[in-house]
């Protein structure tokens, strides 16, 4: 007995001894995230967010967390990360950083290797105390990109890297609960915190809904946030709803212009304003990643928080996607249209004989500041080679450094942003560094480089109408008119000097404009033909290529969302869906436009980057 005993003991020994013991960590989750940044972007595509070392050349300050090992032992560390320059050039990437785990720092340099999301070899640690610190290193200041640290005492046990099979080992090594907790019922569900989902939260609310906020970012105001700095256009108090945008005079920036340093967008206004609409509660920081359906109504938004991993289930009657990628709509299975329809779909002189699949492109915006003394810059030469002949002798760059118009703007868009960053680092290298005559160059420094590319196109949600060319030209008339457009159609194009210079790798634009008279927008643009409960405001409205070109436009946007807000008041007093609006209570959506949401007697302080407009309306005959 006793033997059995001995060999039953050995056996279990043995057992525990083969088991592997890992630890699973998010970067984005580290508790000091240091000069690094949460860059969630794209987490649709490759998995998650990820930490970002973006110093412009200059290395930024250590990220660093304290973790607990399961038990002390020899691990073997994997970093997942990524090479952003790989599809440029062939080779060492620029991205370099280093993680240490407590004192040690592990020799392997990280994510200047591969062409693809990977999980690379960082070496291997003894730990003795299961208690210690992480820190990630940053080496150049050149966007280094960590996304997880996989620790584990078995050799070769790498987790996947399918994004569908790596999700299922995240949710496991996290311990995540499957079911997403319930985060509260409202009447109104906004996701996307832009200028056009404010709106639509605040104008909802003050007709008594309630209403949960959701944005992926930290700050609100989209495009004009600081993160971004895309200043508002077009305008207000303009067509027949002249009340339309009293709101926008309470939170939007007083002061103008593109790419212009971080005070000039007032994050912080826009935060308080919110803050005090005691019937909109705002969840900053997480993103829609998917829906629950019952027929064709969404029942419910889930939503994951970018550092913690955190997942919350939000319940409505009524839901708009204020996403600009029409994320929500996506999700549902909502019609949707992206690129340029042919000339002959809808009539458009503008359009393109063929339909394509070009959009309008992102915009990552910089500019330079007077260093005071000689600034040195990095070499930095990874496939785009500049010379000067075709080098961009300028000390900013704003809305014409766009890329991604030949590529898809939400499956390629890391390419996309990342070649916004790649043209910006390696033309400035060209200007400190090669360039003959630089003296004006010579005390300059980057003082600000986008990393959340600014969008202007992608997918357009389709509604019961489609807002075309010819409407907007011809002031064609209809019955569900609402906020007007006023700026021109504004298409861009690639820079034809750009092309010349860089054929298919085009990072300027041009844009043509046509000027129309202030357009009310038909109400059936701002919700969805078959998502029987989703509203929309922004640039995913139910419009042509051509359309988008006037209505994207955030001071419009803003007004789009105001009506939606309207509406869905509407739709909680009668127990109704958005289309019920059009069909029975038009005039009492008319009757609220006629009033607007906002404070009265407020001074318009919204009167640079109008836009020009038609004086008169255009005869049709």
Known sequence: MKVKFVILFLFVVASYNLRAADLFVEAESFTNKGGWVVDQQFMDLMGSPYLLAHGMGEPVEDAYTEVTFPESGTYYVY???????????????????????????????????????????????????????????????????????????????IPPSDVKALEA??????????????????????????IAGMSAAVSAARLGCKVALINDRPVVGGNNSSEIRVHLGGRIEAGPYDQLGNLQKEFSPARGGNAQPADYYEDQKKMDWLAKEKNVTLFLNYRAIGVTKEGNNITSVVAKHIESGKELRFKAPLFSDCTGDGTVGYLADADFRMGRESRDEFGENTAPEKADKMTMGASVQWYSVDNGKPSSFPHFNYGVEFNERNSEKVMMGEWTWETGMNYDQINDFERIRDYGLLVVYSNWSYLKNRMKENSQYRNRKLGWVAYVSGKRESRRLMGDYILKEDDLRKYVAH?????????????HYPDPDNTKNFPGQEFKSIAKHINIYPYPIPYRCLYSRNVD?????????????????????????????????????????????????YQSHLGELKKFMEVGTGKKGLPNNQRYNEGGTLKEKPVVK
Not at 541 to 565: D, N, P, Q, W
């Open 533 to 581: 409960n989703l509203f929309m405001a922004g640039r995913n409205i139910s419009v042509t290529h051509v359309a988008l070109g006037t209505v994207r436009v955030m001071r419009t946007t803003g007004m789009m969302g105001e009506v939606v807000g309207m509406a869905a008041s509407i739709c909680k007093k009668y127990g109704i869906k958005p289309r019920g609006v």
């Open 169 to 194: 080992f995240r949710r496991k090594a996290l311990n995540l609960p499957d079911t997403p907790t319930l985060a509260g019922e409202y009447d109104l569900v906004v996701v996307g915190a832009g």
């Open 479 to 491: 019955e569900d008119g609402t906020a007007a457009t006023t700026w021109s159609i504004d298409l």
């Open 79 to 157: 970093v997942r990360t990524y090479n952003w320059t790989s599809p440029w050039k062939d080779g060492e990437g620029p991205g370099k950083f280093s993680l240490s785990v407590g004192n040690k720092k592990l020799s392997s340099p990280l994510g200047a290797e591969g062409a693809a999301w990977i999980w690379q070899v960082a070496g291997k640690i003894s730990v003795k105390n299961v208690k210690t610190v992480l820190k990630l290193h940053d080496l150049t200041g050149f966007d280094g990109r960590c996304d997880a640290i996989y620790f584990t005492t078995e050799e070769g046990k």
